[in-house]
Protein backbone atom coordinates (compact mmCIF):
# COMPACT_ATOMS: atom_id res chain seq x y z
CA UNK A 1 0.00 0.00 0.00
CA UNK A 2 1.56 2.96 -0.93
CA UNK A 3 1.66 6.12 1.72
CA UNK A 4 -0.31 8.17 0.16
CA UNK A 5 -3.32 5.56 0.50
CA UNK A 6 -2.34 4.97 3.58
CA UNK A 7 -2.36 8.54 4.79
CA UNK A 8 -5.82 8.85 2.80
CA UNK A 9 -7.45 5.75 4.97
CA UNK A 10 -6.31 7.33 7.87
CA UNK A 11 -7.95 10.18 6.67
CA UNK A 12 -11.43 8.48 6.36
CA UNK A 13 -10.97 6.65 9.55
CA UNK A 14 -10.80 9.66 11.50
CA UNK A 15 -13.48 11.14 10.04
CA UNK A 16 -15.69 7.96 10.41
CA UNK A 17 -14.85 7.98 14.06
CA UNK A 18 -15.42 4.40 14.25
CA UNK A 19 -12.22 3.00 15.96
CA UNK A 20 -9.40 1.26 14.54
CA UNK A 21 -10.13 -0.60 11.02
CA UNK A 22 -8.90 -3.31 12.37
CA UNK A 23 -12.03 -4.30 14.17
CA UNK A 24 -14.85 -3.29 11.53
CA UNK A 25 -16.89 -5.84 10.70
CA UNK A 26 -18.88 -6.81 7.30
CA UNK A 27 -21.87 -4.48 7.90
CA UNK A 28 -19.33 -1.59 8.72
CA UNK A 29 -17.96 -1.64 5.51
CA UNK A 30 -21.45 -2.10 3.83
CA UNK A 31 -22.41 1.63 5.74
CA UNK A 32 -19.45 2.98 4.50
CA UNK A 33 -20.35 1.76 0.62
CA UNK A 34 -23.53 3.68 1.19
CA UNK A 35 -21.91 7.04 2.61
CA UNK A 36 -19.54 6.79 0.04
CA UNK A 37 -22.46 5.95 -2.73
CA UNK A 38 -24.32 9.14 -1.24
CA UNK A 39 -21.64 11.35 -0.85
CA UNK A 40 -19.88 11.11 -4.06
CA UNK A 41 -22.33 8.75 -6.55
CA UNK A 42 -19.82 5.71 -6.77
CA UNK A 43 -20.62 2.73 -5.26
CA UNK A 44 -17.51 1.25 -3.96
CA UNK A 45 -18.69 -3.00 -3.03
CA UNK A 46 -17.98 -3.60 0.93
CA UNK A 47 -15.27 -6.19 -0.93
CA UNK A 48 -13.82 -3.48 -2.59
CA UNK A 49 -13.43 -1.87 0.61
CA UNK A 50 -12.26 -4.90 2.72
CA UNK A 51 -9.51 -5.23 -0.23
CA UNK A 52 -8.77 -1.94 -0.01
CA UNK A 53 -8.07 -1.52 3.61
CA UNK A 54 -5.61 -4.87 3.59
CA UNK A 55 -8.93 -7.03 4.88
CA UNK A 56 -8.78 -9.58 2.06
CA UNK A 57 -5.11 -10.40 0.29
CA UNK A 58 -5.11 -8.33 -2.78
CA UNK A 59 -1.63 -7.22 -4.77
CA UNK A 60 -3.15 -4.66 -7.19
CA UNK A 61 -3.57 -1.21 -6.96
CA UNK A 62 -7.19 0.56 -6.63
CA UNK A 63 -8.54 1.21 -9.48
CA UNK A 64 -8.77 5.54 -10.42
CA UNK A 65 -12.52 5.12 -9.81
CA UNK A 66 -11.98 3.90 -6.74
CA UNK A 67 -9.04 6.44 -5.54
CA UNK A 68 -11.23 9.33 -6.76
CA UNK A 69 -14.39 7.92 -4.69
CA UNK A 70 -12.39 7.50 -1.58
CA UNK A 71 -10.72 10.42 -2.17
CA UNK A 72 -13.74 12.65 -2.51
CA UNK A 73 -15.49 11.04 0.35
CA UNK A 74 -11.96 12.17 2.35
CA UNK A 75 -12.73 15.48 1.20
CA UNK A 76 -10.58 16.28 -1.58
CA UNK A 77 -11.62 17.00 -5.24
CA UNK A 78 -9.90 13.82 -6.44
CA UNK A 79 -7.00 11.64 -5.71
CA UNK A 80 -4.59 13.08 -8.61
CA UNK A 81 -5.50 16.68 -6.01
CA UNK A 82 -4.80 14.79 -2.86
CA UNK A 83 -1.42 13.41 -3.56
CA UNK A 84 -0.65 17.20 -4.68
CA UNK A 85 -1.65 18.40 -1.54
CA UNK A 86 1.18 19.17 0.73
CA UNK A 87 -0.25 18.82 3.93
CA UNK A 88 -1.46 15.38 3.39
CA UNK A 89 1.51 14.12 4.22
CA UNK A 90 1.52 15.69 7.31
CA UNK A 91 -2.05 14.34 8.08
CA UNK A 92 -1.01 11.01 10.04
CA UNK A 93 1.91 11.40 11.69
CA UNK A 94 4.45 8.65 13.03
CA UNK A 95 5.82 8.32 16.50
CA UNK A 96 9.31 10.12 16.96
CA UNK A 97 11.45 7.46 19.41
CA UNK A 98 12.34 9.46 22.87
CA UNK A 99 15.95 10.26 22.05
CA UNK A 100 18.27 8.56 25.28
CA UNK A 101 18.55 10.76 27.85
CA UNK A 102 22.20 9.20 28.41
CA UNK A 103 25.24 11.02 26.74
CA UNK A 104 26.51 8.15 24.65
CA UNK A 105 30.09 7.99 22.69
CA UNK A 106 30.84 9.74 19.76
CA UNK A 107 30.51 6.40 17.93
CA UNK A 108 27.52 5.52 19.03
CA UNK A 109 26.32 8.81 17.94
CA UNK A 110 27.60 8.58 14.39
CA UNK A 111 26.09 5.22 14.39
CA UNK A 112 22.77 6.12 15.50
CA UNK A 113 22.18 8.90 13.16
CA UNK A 114 23.78 6.79 10.21
CA UNK A 115 20.78 4.31 11.36
CA UNK A 116 17.85 6.91 10.83
CA UNK A 117 19.25 8.80 7.32
CA UNK A 118 19.28 5.05 6.13
CA UNK A 119 15.69 5.45 7.28
CA UNK A 120 15.11 8.55 6.17
CA UNK A 121 15.88 7.74 2.71
CA UNK A 122 14.57 4.50 2.28
CA UNK A 123 11.27 6.44 3.31
CA UNK A 124 11.44 9.06 0.38
CA UNK A 125 12.41 6.24 -2.13
CA UNK A 126 9.11 4.63 -1.10
CA UNK A 127 7.19 7.78 -1.30
CA UNK A 128 8.15 8.31 -4.46
CA UNK A 129 7.97 5.08 -6.05
CA UNK A 130 4.33 4.51 -4.56
CA UNK A 131 3.52 7.65 -6.35
CA UNK A 132 5.00 7.14 -9.82
CA UNK A 133 3.13 3.72 -9.52
CA UNK A 134 -0.10 5.40 -8.31
CA UNK A 135 0.18 8.23 -10.86
CA UNK A 136 0.67 4.57 -13.33
CA UNK A 137 -2.18 3.02 -12.41
CA UNK A 138 -4.44 6.40 -12.42
CA UNK A 139 -3.27 7.17 -16.51
CA UNK A 140 -3.54 3.45 -16.84
CA UNK A 141 -7.48 3.60 -16.16
CA UNK A 142 -7.91 6.61 -17.94
CA UNK A 143 -7.81 5.37 -21.23
CA UNK A 144 -10.92 4.91 -23.11
CA UNK A 145 -13.36 1.59 -22.64
CA UNK A 146 -14.24 -0.14 -25.28
CA UNK A 147 -18.04 -0.30 -25.30
CA UNK A 148 -17.43 -3.00 -27.91
CA UNK A 149 -16.64 -5.51 -25.03
CA UNK A 150 -19.93 -5.23 -23.69
CA UNK A 151 -23.52 -6.14 -24.61
CA UNK A 152 -26.93 -4.97 -22.98
CA UNK A 153 -30.33 -6.14 -23.88
CA UNK A 154 -33.48 -6.47 -22.70
CA UNK A 155 -37.28 -8.69 -22.55
CA UNK A 156 -40.56 -7.35 -21.18
CA UNK A 157 -42.35 -9.51 -19.11
CA UNK A 158 -46.02 -8.47 -19.65
CA UNK A 159 -47.86 -5.62 -20.68
CA UNK A 160 -49.65 -3.28 -18.85
CA UNK A 161 -48.00 -1.91 -15.29
CA UNK A 162 -46.60 -2.31 -13.40
CA UNK A 163 -44.38 -3.73 -15.74
CA UNK A 164 -41.02 -5.91 -14.69
CA UNK A 165 -37.89 -5.41 -17.73
CA UNK A 166 -34.81 -8.03 -17.88
CA UNK A 167 -31.70 -6.70 -18.75
CA UNK A 168 -29.13 -9.01 -19.61
CA UNK A 169 -25.82 -7.71 -19.71
CA UNK A 170 -22.07 -8.99 -19.69
CA UNK A 171 -19.78 -6.55 -18.25
CA UNK A 172 -16.99 -8.44 -17.22
CA UNK A 173 -14.51 -6.86 -18.79
CA UNK A 174 -14.88 -3.98 -16.72
CA UNK A 175 -11.81 -2.39 -15.15
CA UNK A 176 -14.13 -1.32 -11.97
CA UNK A 177 -16.73 -2.51 -9.74
CA UNK A 178 -18.34 0.04 -10.23
CA UNK A 179 -20.98 -1.09 -12.80
CA UNK A 180 -24.75 -0.10 -13.19
CA UNK A 181 -28.19 -0.01 -14.98
CA UNK A 182 -30.03 3.21 -15.36
CA UNK A 183 -33.30 2.99 -16.01
CA UNK A 184 -34.27 5.92 -18.04
CA UNK A 185 -32.50 9.32 -18.19
CA UNK A 186 -33.05 10.05 -14.43
CA UNK A 187 -29.91 9.38 -12.61
CA UNK A 188 -32.32 8.40 -9.39
CA UNK A 189 -32.90 5.11 -11.22
CA UNK A 190 -29.25 4.08 -11.36
CA UNK A 191 -28.88 0.38 -9.62
CA UNK A 192 -24.99 -0.89 -8.75
CA UNK A 193 -25.31 -4.82 -10.46
CA UNK A 194 -22.29 -7.11 -10.01
CA UNK A 195 -20.26 -7.03 -12.94
CA UNK A 196 -19.72 -11.18 -12.86
CA UNK A 197 -23.79 -11.85 -13.29
CA UNK A 198 -25.59 -11.24 -16.46
CA UNK A 199 -29.01 -10.52 -15.13
CA UNK A 200 -30.26 -7.52 -13.60
CA UNK A 201 -34.40 -7.17 -13.00
CA UNK A 202 -35.92 -3.77 -13.03
CA UNK A 203 -39.54 -2.55 -12.37
CA UNK A 204 -41.40 0.11 -13.94
CA UNK A 205 -44.54 2.04 -12.79
CA UNK A 206 -45.13 4.16 -15.30
CA UNK A 207 -45.29 4.00 -19.07
CA UNK A 208 -43.89 5.83 -22.13
CA UNK A 209 -40.11 5.55 -23.60
CA UNK A 210 -36.84 5.19 -21.49
CA UNK A 211 -33.60 4.80 -22.45
CA UNK A 212 -32.04 2.16 -20.61
CA UNK A 213 -28.32 2.78 -19.77
CA UNK A 214 -25.34 -0.01 -18.97
CA UNK A 215 -22.67 2.04 -17.10
CA UNK A 216 -18.88 1.90 -16.39
CA UNK A 217 -18.60 4.08 -13.16
CA UNK A 218 -20.01 6.91 -14.60
CA UNK A 219 -19.14 6.31 -18.56
CA UNK A 220 -22.15 4.70 -20.72
CA UNK A 221 -21.07 2.19 -22.40
CA UNK A 222 -24.54 0.62 -24.03
CA UNK A 223 -27.99 1.89 -24.55
CA UNK A 224 -31.16 1.20 -26.03
CA UNK A 225 -34.79 2.92 -25.96
CA UNK A 226 -37.35 1.07 -24.28
CA UNK A 227 -41.00 1.38 -24.61
CA UNK A 228 -43.44 0.78 -21.67
CA UNK A 229 -46.96 0.39 -22.86
CA UNK A 230 -50.44 0.44 -21.39
CA UNK A 231 -52.95 -2.48 -21.71
CA UNK A 232 -55.80 -0.06 -23.03
CA UNK A 233 -56.76 3.11 -20.49
CA UNK A 234 -54.45 3.76 -17.57
CA UNK A 235 -55.80 5.40 -14.81
CA UNK A 236 -52.96 6.78 -11.44
CA UNK A 237 -52.23 9.26 -9.18
CA UNK A 238 -49.33 10.67 -8.93
CA UNK A 239 -47.21 8.82 -5.41
CA UNK A 240 -43.02 8.12 -5.15
CA UNK A 241 -42.17 5.76 -5.27
CA UNK A 242 -45.29 3.62 -6.83
CA UNK A 243 -48.05 5.58 -7.69
CA UNK A 244 -51.49 4.79 -6.84
CA UNK A 245 -53.26 2.59 -9.45
CA UNK A 246 -57.42 3.75 -9.81
CA UNK A 247 -59.45 0.79 -11.47
CA UNK A 248 -60.80 1.72 -14.82
CA UNK A 249 -64.33 2.05 -13.78
CA UNK A 250 -63.49 4.61 -11.09
CA UNK A 251 -62.43 6.85 -13.95
CA UNK A 252 -63.96 5.57 -17.36
CA UNK A 253 -67.21 7.46 -18.24
CA UNK A 254 -70.14 6.93 -20.83
CA UNK A 255 -68.50 9.37 -22.52
CA UNK A 256 -65.35 10.76 -20.88
CA UNK A 257 -62.60 9.89 -18.90
CA UNK A 258 -63.66 11.82 -15.35
CA UNK A 259 -62.01 10.51 -11.54
CA UNK A 260 -64.35 11.89 -9.17
CA UNK A 261 -63.41 13.30 -5.93
CA UNK A 262 -64.83 10.49 -3.87
CA UNK A 263 -63.00 7.90 -5.57
CA UNK A 264 -59.70 10.07 -4.74
CA UNK A 265 -60.96 10.49 -1.14
CA UNK A 266 -61.55 6.79 -0.84
CA UNK A 267 -57.56 6.03 -1.72
CA UNK A 268 -56.62 7.92 1.43
CA UNK A 269 -54.74 10.64 -1.26
CA UNK A 270 -55.11 13.92 0.67
CA UNK A 271 -56.28 16.67 -1.52
CA UNK A 272 -55.08 19.46 0.87
CA UNK A 273 -52.61 21.67 1.07
CA UNK A 274 -51.00 20.27 -2.00
CA UNK A 275 -53.57 18.97 -4.56
CA UNK A 276 -52.27 15.47 -5.89
CA UNK A 277 -51.44 14.87 -9.80
CA UNK A 278 -54.42 12.64 -11.61
CA UNK A 279 -52.82 11.10 -14.66
CA UNK A 280 -54.75 9.12 -17.56
CA UNK A 281 -52.60 7.37 -20.39
CA UNK A 282 -52.82 5.18 -23.54
CA UNK A 283 -49.49 4.26 -25.03
CA UNK A 284 -48.38 1.68 -27.65
CA UNK A 285 -52.00 0.82 -28.78
CA UNK A 286 -51.82 2.57 -32.23
CA UNK A 287 -49.76 2.87 -34.81
CA UNK A 288 -47.29 5.42 -34.64
CA UNK A 289 -47.80 8.73 -36.39
CA UNK A 290 -44.97 11.37 -38.23
CA UNK A 291 -44.93 14.60 -36.38
CA UNK A 292 -43.99 15.78 -39.92
CA UNK A 293 -47.82 15.02 -41.11
CA UNK A 294 -50.65 14.53 -37.98
CA UNK A 295 -53.75 16.47 -36.41
CA UNK A 296 -54.58 15.77 -32.99
CA UNK A 297 -57.53 17.59 -31.02
CA UNK A 298 -58.97 16.94 -27.39
CA UNK A 299 -61.48 18.66 -24.90
CA UNK A 300 -60.67 18.92 -21.33
CA UNK A 301 -61.85 20.30 -18.23
CA UNK A 302 -61.18 20.96 -14.64
CA UNK A 303 -63.47 22.30 -12.46
CA UNK A 304 -60.86 21.07 -9.13
CA UNK A 305 -59.55 25.01 -7.90
CA UNK A 306 -59.63 24.12 -3.79
CA UNK A 307 -56.47 25.39 -1.90
CA UNK A 308 -53.19 25.26 -3.97
CA UNK A 309 -54.69 24.21 -6.67
CA UNK A 310 -56.25 27.27 -7.95
CA UNK A 311 -54.24 27.89 -11.01
CA UNK A 312 -56.27 24.24 -12.17
CA UNK A 313 -52.85 23.47 -14.13
CA UNK A 314 -53.84 20.77 -16.45
CA UNK A 315 -51.25 19.15 -18.98
CA UNK A 316 -51.55 17.51 -22.46
CA UNK A 317 -48.56 14.49 -23.33
CA UNK A 318 -48.21 13.34 -27.14
CA UNK A 319 -45.76 10.72 -26.20
CA UNK A 320 -42.75 9.94 -29.25
CA UNK A 321 -39.76 8.32 -29.20
CA UNK A 322 -38.16 11.33 -28.43
CA UNK A 323 -39.07 14.48 -26.30
CA UNK A 324 -42.75 14.73 -25.85
CA UNK A 325 -44.98 17.17 -27.01
CA UNK A 326 -46.26 19.23 -23.38
CA UNK A 327 -49.12 21.33 -23.55
CA UNK A 328 -49.96 23.12 -20.40
CA UNK A 329 -53.49 24.86 -19.66
CA UNK A 330 -54.35 27.34 -16.95
CA UNK A 331 -56.90 29.63 -15.67
CA UNK A 332 -56.12 33.39 -17.45
CA UNK A 333 -54.64 34.47 -14.89
CA UNK A 334 -51.70 32.00 -14.22
CA UNK A 335 -50.18 32.77 -17.57
CA UNK A 336 -46.69 32.71 -16.13
CA UNK A 337 -46.93 29.51 -14.43
CA UNK A 338 -47.62 27.61 -17.84
CA UNK A 339 -44.65 25.46 -19.77
CA UNK A 340 -45.04 24.60 -23.13
CA UNK A 341 -43.10 21.49 -24.37
CA UNK A 342 -42.34 21.05 -28.29
CA UNK A 343 -40.26 17.92 -28.56
CA UNK A 344 -36.67 19.45 -28.70
CA UNK A 345 -37.94 23.14 -27.22
CA UNK A 346 -39.43 24.52 -24.42
CA UNK A 347 -41.04 27.70 -23.37
CA UNK A 348 -41.96 29.22 -20.60
CA UNK A 349 -44.60 31.42 -19.46
CA UNK A 350 -42.09 33.22 -17.62
CA UNK A 351 -40.59 34.27 -20.52
CA UNK A 352 -42.71 34.26 -23.79
CA UNK A 353 -46.28 34.88 -23.89
CA UNK A 354 -48.52 31.88 -23.07
CA UNK A 355 -51.82 34.03 -22.35
CA UNK A 356 -53.43 31.75 -25.30
CA UNK A 357 -53.47 28.57 -22.95
CA UNK A 358 -55.27 30.52 -20.49
CA UNK A 359 -58.90 28.97 -20.41
CA UNK A 360 -62.31 29.41 -18.25
CA UNK A 361 -62.28 25.75 -16.91
CA UNK A 362 -66.08 26.27 -16.26
CA UNK A 363 -66.36 25.24 -20.02
CA UNK A 364 -64.77 22.58 -22.11
CA UNK A 365 -61.32 23.57 -23.56
CA UNK A 366 -61.00 22.58 -27.27
CA UNK A 367 -57.18 21.85 -27.88
CA UNK A 368 -55.54 21.21 -31.27
CA UNK A 369 -51.70 20.62 -32.28
CA UNK A 370 -50.97 20.24 -35.88
CA UNK A 371 -48.04 19.99 -38.23
CA UNK A 372 -48.05 22.64 -40.89
CA UNK A 373 -45.25 22.95 -43.12
CA UNK A 374 -42.06 23.15 -41.39
CA UNK A 375 -44.09 23.95 -37.84
CA UNK A 376 -46.29 22.72 -35.18
CA UNK A 377 -49.07 25.11 -34.29
CA UNK A 378 -51.08 24.97 -31.27
CA UNK A 379 -54.59 26.19 -30.95
CA UNK A 380 -57.33 26.57 -28.34
CA UNK A 381 -60.84 26.76 -28.35
CA UNK A 382 -59.94 27.74 -32.50
CA UNK A 383 -57.30 30.56 -32.10
CA UNK A 384 -53.91 30.22 -32.87
CA UNK A 385 -51.92 30.12 -29.39
CA UNK A 386 -48.42 29.28 -30.41
CA UNK A 387 -45.94 27.78 -32.90
CA UNK A 388 -42.70 26.09 -32.81
CA UNK A 389 -40.55 24.82 -35.45
CA UNK A 390 -40.62 21.15 -36.22
CA UNK A 391 -37.23 19.38 -35.25
CA UNK A 392 -34.63 17.92 -37.63
CA UNK A 393 -34.99 14.54 -36.28
CA UNK A 394 -37.85 11.73 -37.19
CA UNK A 395 -39.91 12.05 -34.23
CA UNK A 396 -43.10 9.25 -34.11
CA UNK A 397 -46.00 9.84 -31.48
CA UNK A 398 -47.29 6.41 -29.87
CA UNK A 399 -49.50 7.41 -26.96
CA UNK A 400 -51.74 9.84 -25.35
CA UNK A 401 -51.06 11.03 -21.87
CA UNK A 402 -53.79 14.27 -19.71
CA UNK A 403 -52.61 15.22 -16.29
CA UNK A 404 -54.78 17.45 -13.85
CA UNK A 405 -54.38 19.27 -10.70
CA UNK A 406 -56.58 17.33 -8.62
CA UNK A 407 -58.80 15.85 -11.01
CA UNK A 408 -60.53 16.30 -14.28
CA UNK A 409 -61.82 15.79 -17.67
CA UNK A 410 -61.33 14.58 -21.17
CA UNK A 411 -63.84 13.32 -23.70
CA UNK A 412 -63.38 14.00 -28.22
CA UNK A 413 -59.75 13.08 -28.60
CA UNK A 414 -58.63 11.89 -31.98
CA UNK A 415 -55.34 11.94 -33.79
CA UNK A 416 -54.96 11.62 -37.82
CA UNK A 417 -51.41 10.71 -39.11
CA UNK A 418 -50.81 11.20 -43.54
CA UNK A 419 -55.03 12.49 -43.85
CA UNK A 420 -56.26 8.73 -42.08
CA UNK A 421 -57.41 8.49 -38.41
CA UNK A 422 -55.14 6.61 -35.96
CA UNK A 423 -56.83 6.90 -32.61
CA UNK A 424 -60.25 8.30 -31.19
CA UNK A 425 -61.59 7.92 -27.73
CA UNK A 426 -65.32 8.95 -26.14
Known amino acids: MSPELENLLKIIEQKLDWGSSETWQSRDFETLNQQILDKTGVSLSASTLRR ?53 PVVAKKAHLKKYWVAAVSLLVLVITGAIISTLAFKSSERPIDAGNYTFTSKQLTRGLPNSVVFTYDAGASPVDSVFIQQSWDPNTKTLVEKNLHQ ?59 CPIKNIQQKNVALQPKAPIVRFYNVGNFDSVD ?63 LSGFGVDFSQWATVNCKSSGNNIQYFVNGKLAYQCPLPARQVH ?29 F
Open 397 to 425: IVGVQFAFEGTGAVKNITLTGGGKQVFKA
Open 200 to 258: HTAVYYTPGYYDAKLLIGDKIVQQHRLLIPTDGWLGIIDNMPVPVYLKRDEYIQKDSIY
Open 52 to 104: VWGRVEYNHLPSATTLDALARFGGFESWRMFTKAPAQKEVVKTETPEQPTTIA
Open 291 to 353: VKDFNFSADVKNEFNDGSAACQLTGIYLVTDYNPIFIQLGIKGCAGELNLGSMDKMVSGKKAD
